[in-house]
């Protein structure tokens, strides 16, 4: 009965993964479901607690975005960092997140990222 318990309730983790995912990757979200720090730094925790180390460079990639974008750069360069250690190991040089979190850590400011989810392009750093 336990053991049914633990696969329901990771069953339930990894379709929240999939959904979380999906709404970080929208590229036209709809009112409401655009994507939020808050929301990266789920999935973020959802792969720890399924242990996806394979696949938690991806966590920290949205999460490093989401941040920058909203212009908090101590947190993205914080995720960015991460991200880049467990991507090298995961999936090498060649992998386009790797990529852009080494950009991203060269200046949080310049990267494409910077400020996108904000209106007039104030920064939150102090939150």
Same mark, same amino acid.
């Given at each position: 009965?336990?053991?049914? &318990? @633990?696969?329901?309730? &990771? ?37 720890? @607690? ?24 101590? +947190? !993205?360069?914080?995720?960015?960092? +991460? ?6 190991? !995961? !999936? ?12 991203? @850590?060269?200046?949080?400011? +310049?990267?494409?990222?910077? !400020?996108?989810?904000? +209106?007039?392009?104030? &920064?939150?750093?102090?939150?």
């Amino acid at each position: 009965m336990r053991e049914q &318990s @633990l696969v329901r309730e &990771s069953d339930a983790r990894i379709a929240e993964i999939i959904d979380v995912r999906d709404r970080l990757n929208a590229e036209d979200p709809a009112p409401g479901e655009v994507p939020t720090p808050d929301m990266a730094e789920l999935l973020l925790s959802l792969y720890q @607690l399924e242990r996806l180390n394979g696949y938690i460079y991806r966590g920290y990639y949205h999460a490093a975005i989401e941040h920058n974008g909203v212009g908090r750069t101590w +947190k !993205a360069v914080q995720h960015a960092r +991460k991200g880049v250690e467990c991507g090298l190991i !995961a !999936a090498g040089t060649r992998d386009w997140r790797v990529r852009e979190m080494q950009k991203l @850590l060269k200046d949080p400011t +310049k990267h494409w990222s910077w !400020a996108y989810r904000m +209106k007039g392009g104030e &920064s939150n750093e102090g939150e």
